[in-house]
């Protein structure tokens, strides 16, 4: 009995086998196989295949559209601004901001002083050419006027072109030119003292080339740098250093300023009310002497 107990559980163990070993149906074993073989029936036969997901481009403006570069007018990624080399659209495309605009007219009163040597508080020192005014305080804007040639008109229709050398101070209100005595005539007569002008910014011929000028005192370790001879107003004053380009801080008598001797006696760059810049090497620090230089600005 026991021997038949034991062949029975033989027969069925070898049963067992034989069903386990027997094939299943495809579509359980090796599903991600065929899936895969089948997407590349499919695109053999003429279907897409779907491209692999990629991040979503950036919305940041700044970042995606490319720059023409300056040179070929191919684009480009914008380098990042350094001192050393800013931005040329920073510079040489708009005019700069201030009061003072060119395409402009102004209105305002003109009235006369006694010019004297034609010296004022722009320092621009002595002069024989009285065709000159002070600028109203507001519109003096901290020696930023100073240099710029306007053209004033009179209601009569009659015009004088004057260089801002002075301030007029208050109660000279925004728009006001105090003339020259000697410009004032060439609009009306002296005795009227005040009458109503219109005026505005003029690029005119100017004589030569500018200078530049180091403040008494200036040394390599401190000194006061003034434009002289400018035919547009001058917006900026920037000196070489180690560092690159510094912009130097302007004063209300028209001199800019490097309070730690930086860049004093080396390159300077400059830039006009246009955006132009332009470069002056090779002035030696010479206290109160007006030196020359081989540049002057476009006329606009």
Not at 119 to 147: H, K, Q, V, W
Not at 205 to 232: E, L
Not at 233 to 260: C, H, I, M, Q
Request: net charge positive.
């Amino acid at each position: 009995m026991r021997g038949a107990t034991v062949l029975l559980t033989i027969v069925g163990v070898l049963a067992c086998l034989v069903t386990t070993m027997r094939p299943g149906p495809k579509a359980e074993a090796g599903g991600e196989v065929r899936a895969d073989v089948a997407a590349t029936a499919a695109t053999g036969a003429g279907a897409t295949p779907q491209a692999p997901t990629s991040p979503a481009p950036s919305t940041d403006s700044s970042r995606a559209a490319p720059t023409p570069t300056a040179t070929t007018g191919t684009t480009a990624a914008a380098p990042p601004p350094s001192a050393e080399a800013p931005p040329k659209s920073a510079s040489t495309t708009a005019p700069s901001a201030g009061r003072i605009q060119p395409g402009t007219t102004y209105s305002g009163v003109a009235t006369a002083y006694a010019a004297a040597d034609g010296n004022g508080a722009c320092l621009f020192g002595p002069s024989d050419d009285l065709m000159i005014a002070a600028m109203n305080t507001t519109d003096y804007e901290s020696s930023r006027a100073c240099g710029a040639y306007v053209r004033v008109r009179a209601a009569s229709g009659a015009s004088i072109t004057v260089r801002i050398t002075n301030e007029c101070p208050l109660p000279c209100a925004p728009g006001q030119l105090d003339l020259s005595e000697q410009a004032f005539a060439k609009l009306a007569d002296p005795k009227l003292g005040r009458i109503p002008i219109t005026w505005s910014l003029l690029s005119p011929s100017a004589p030569g080339t500018m200078s530049i000028r180091y403040k008494t005192g200036s040394s390599p370790h401190w000194c006061g740098i003034q434009v002289i001879g400018h035919r547009n107003p001058v917006v900026r004053l920037e000196v070489r250093t180690t560092k690159g380009w510094r912009k130097l801080p302007r004063t209300d008598y028209n001199y800019f300023l490097s309070a730690d001797g930086s860049g004093c006696g080396g390159a300077m760059r400059i830039t006009d009310i246009y955006g132009e810049q332009l470069t002056v090497e090779g002035t030696a620090l010479l206290p109160n002497v007006a030196q020359p230089t081989r540049v002057q600005f476009a006329p606009r």
